[in-house]
């Protein structure tokens, strides 16, 4: 069988067609008569034939044709003034707030009660927000409404506090996508992880981390309790003289803080029970928190007053508490027992039982209710008090 490479053109793209001449059977039933070729809007002559055979043509683009489309690609991307902070302002946070996602009983969102918690955090000196991250529930959310929260706390409050937006994915489209929305509506930077459940090659992972951080500043986390992955050094080394990274979330212990801050990376601890030790011993910048939902005062004072071994040991049965089972599971229930939010779980998260709720009322009266955010008497509730929902 007779093969010819003939050059084309396609949108101004040169590309490479393999001609294969010599049968009058078509592959997989479409053919075209001899001297013609398949193109993208039907056929089209590429020479003269004679004896009437059939050939099946097939593209096949060049490096080059490859490389220009690639960069066809490139992100959506604006230059008039946008509300994203530049990189070295979200390098200078220390306490930011994972916040969390109140529920009305259709199971939208309370954003009379998300407004109450951002002010209360506004108020207590946090100076970051994450939207719709692991403890905000923006996995048991559609896009839409994702976007829409990140959109709302930066339109209300973007002034006041930098807007973080979980925007992370395991598909690379969706992550790019939702970034390039999550900027266009406000927020001042994003929250990548790496791909989780269909977990990739480190390869694909500095691919993945490298889609997005053309967009917008951007805070990489790494949880591999939540993804199943560790992020390794050698990926954060590498992506971290981009004019688009701002640092790392990192859960992976102190020593994995110290070995990038010695290196000039900034780092906020991902653990509340470590942050007091990776801010004064370990260089880190500060915490990206839960508690700080609950104690904000009492985080930015353990943060940004010095060392404090006293109020670190103080806050660590509360700690404990909020962690004994998946976060944000505490975290929903103690908001419900403060009456800052409806004790309304859209599932598959369940309140704690009532003996767990009667142990958070007592570590409220061991710190002090007057540290806790709100100032209604905290509660234990029933278990009829909870609605749990299904559909949202």
């Known amino acids: 069988m007779a093969l010819a490479a003939v050059e084309t053109m396609a949108f101004g793209i040169p590309t490479k067609e393999l001609v294969y001449g010599g049968s009058c059977k078509a592959a997989a039933g479409s053919s075209t008569s001899l001297g013609a070729s398949s ?6 002559k590429i ?49 930011i ?7 009305l009983e259709d199971g939208r969102f309370d954003l009379t009660a998300f407004d109450e918690l951002t002010n209360l955090q506004i108020q ?13 529930e923006g996995h048991l959310m559609n896009w839409e409404d994702h976007i829409m929260l990140i959109g709302h706390a930066a339109n209300c409050f973007g002034n006041k506090i930098k807007v973080i937006g979980n925007v992370g994915s395991n598909s690379t489209g969706e992550a790019v996508k939702a970034t390039e929305q999550g900027f266009a509506v ?48 050698a990926i954060i080394e590498q992506i971290a003289g981009h004019h688009n990274f701002a640092g790392v979330k990192e859960c992976m212990g102190n020593e994995r803080v110290e070995a990038y801050t ?10 509340d029970d470590e942050c007091h030790d990776a801010r004064w011993d370990y260089g880190a910048k500060g915490v990206i928190s839960v508690a700080s939902n609950l104690v904000p005062g009492l985080m930015r004072q ?3 007053e010095g060392r404090d071994p006293k109020l670190n040991a103080k806050l660590q049965p509360l700690i404990n508490w909020l962690f004994m089972e998946p976060n944000p599971i505490g975290l929903n229930t103690a908001l419900s027992q403060l009456g800052l939010i409806q004790p309304i779980f859209r599932l598959p998260y369940v309140p ?24 209604k008497v905290v509660q234990v509730l029933e278990d009829d008090d909870f609605l749990l929902l299904h559909r949202y």
């Open 39 to 44: 193109s993208l809007f039907g056929t089209r």
């Open 352 to 375: 704690l039982g009532i003996e767990k709720r009667r142990q958070f009322v007592q570590i409220v009266e061991d710190i002090g209710r007057q540290h806790f955010v709100g100032d």
């Open 262 to 271: 010695k290196q000039g990376i900034t780092i906020w601890s991902g653990n």
């Open 47 to 95: 020479g003269n034939g004679s004896c009437g055979h059939e050939i099946n043509v097939k593209r096949r683009r060049s490096a080059v044709a490859r490389a220009e489309l690639m960069q066809a690609s490139r992100p959506i991307s604006s230059f008039e003034y946008r509300t994203s902070a530049p990189v070295e302002d979200v390098k200078k946070l220390t306490l």
């Open 97 to 103: 707030t994972a916040i969390k996602t109140p529920y």
């Open 124 to 136: 207590n000196g946090v100076e970051g927000l994450i939207v719709g991250g692991t403890t905000g």
């Open 186 to 233: 406000g927020m001042a930077a994003a929250l990548h992880i790496n791909p989780y459940y269909g977990k990739t090659s480190s390869a694909g992972v500095l691919a993945h981390f490298d889609s997005v951080l053309d967009i917008g500043p951007t805070v990489i986390y790494n949880v591999p309790g939540r993804t199943g992955q560790d992020i390794s050094p």
């Open 302 to 304: 353990l943060l940004t």
